[in-house]
């Protein structure tokens, strides 16, 4: 019984490639009787943080996450049946191409776009990522200041740990979403790390032309500006660490994340 409660519904795979051989997407159906139909919007797969956020379809302001245009050239498709974690080839791979509709009125470099493409998506990658990660370290700060005052025998300078932990997540937190405190007073304020990337992001992936040297200059500085806020991070990071293995010395009460130690 334990066993059919934990076994998956078989499903298929549609496995996109480059010309290449490269995965760049992979679309999930249901395993049934009968024809399986498959469609592909014709875009690369999303580095965003994983979510089961389903988007409200009466927002117009909120829609599903994308990677950016696939460039017109050749690409290939395989399908896979997967079954209790195995995957069986189900065929080989068959080629197609991808033509723009319409001839561009200024020539595009879809190499370099493409290059281009998969250098953002990548910084996309770390710096969502990283932001986020971010907004998990400043909830497991609440639980962890809280068992650092109800743990008795716990000396008074982890209280000093915990302010300089916070007052650096804080400085992070306006290095990659802006200064909250202004905006919540109405002040013009500029956009932090994630809001200078999803500018370039909502306005490149939106289109199938080349990137401006604008673009190209404003990555180059969101990278410089993000490898500074990411060694920051994990300065921090090992900060926390560090606190949380004074607090299992301590016998502290659990915080979330924090495996016991006996």
């Known amino acids: 019984l334990r066993l059919e409660d934990k076994e998956e519904a078989p499903y298929i795979m549609a496995v996109i490639?480059?010309?290449?051989?490269?995965?760049?997407?992979?679309?999930?159906?249901?395993?049934?009787?009968?024809?399986?139909r498959f469609s592909w919007n014709g875009r690369l797969e999303k580095t965003s943080p994983i979510s089961f956020h389903t988007p409200d379809p009466d927002n117009p302001y909120e829609g599903d996450d994308n990677g950016p245009m696939a460039v017109p050239g050749n690409y290939?498709?395989?399908?896979?049946?997967?079954?209790?974690?195995?995957?069986e080839k189900l065929t080989e791979p068959v080629s197609f191409k991808i033509k723009s509709l319409h001839e561009p009125s200024l020539t595009v470099d879809v190499?370099?776009?493409a290059a281009f493409n998969k250098r953002?998506?990548?910084s996309r990658?770390?710096?969502?990522?990283?932001?986020?990660?971010?907004?998990?370290?400043?909830?497991k700060m609440k639980y962890i200041k809280e068992?650092?005052?109800?743990?008795?025998?716990?000396?008074?300078?982890?209280?000093?740990?915990?302010?300089?932990?916070?007052?650096?997540l804080d400085r992070l937190a306006v290095s990659f979403n802006g200064d909250a405190s202004l905006a919540k007073r109405e002040f013009?304020?500029?956009?932090?790390?994630?809001?200078?990337?999803?500018?370039?992001?909502w306005?490149?992936?939106?289109?199938?032309?080349?990137?401006?040297?604008?673009?190209?200059?404003?990555?180059?500085?969101?990278?410089?500006?993000f490898n500074i806020a990411y060694d920051e991070l994990k300065r921090v990071n090992q900060q926390v660490e560090d606190l949380e293995k004074k607090l299992e010395d301590l016998d502290a009460p659990y915080t979330p994340y924090r495996f016991p130690e006996k």
């Open 147 to 168: 068992a650092v005052k109800n743990t008795p025998n716990a000396p008074s300078n982890l209280l000093t740990d915990v302010k300089s932990i916070e007052d650096g």
């Open 203 to 225: 306005n490149l992936w939106a289109t199938t032309v080349q990137q401006t040297g604008t673009y190209e200059s404003k990555l180059n500085d969101i990278e410089k500006k």
């Open 188 to 201: 013009e304020t500029l956009s932090g790390l994630t809001g200078l990337l999803e500018n370039i992001v």
């Open 111 to 113: 190499n370099n776009l």
């Open 17 to 36: 490639t480059d010309d290449n051989g490269n995965v760049i997407k992979k679309i999930k159906r249901s395993a049934k009787k009968g024809m399986v």
């Open 125 to 139: 990658r770390l710096v969502l990522a990283s932001a986020t990660y971010l907004g998990e370290l400043k909830d």
């Open 120 to 122: 953002l998506s990548e």
């Open 76 to 87: 290939k498709i395989y399908l896979t049946k997967v079954i209790n974690g195995v995957s």
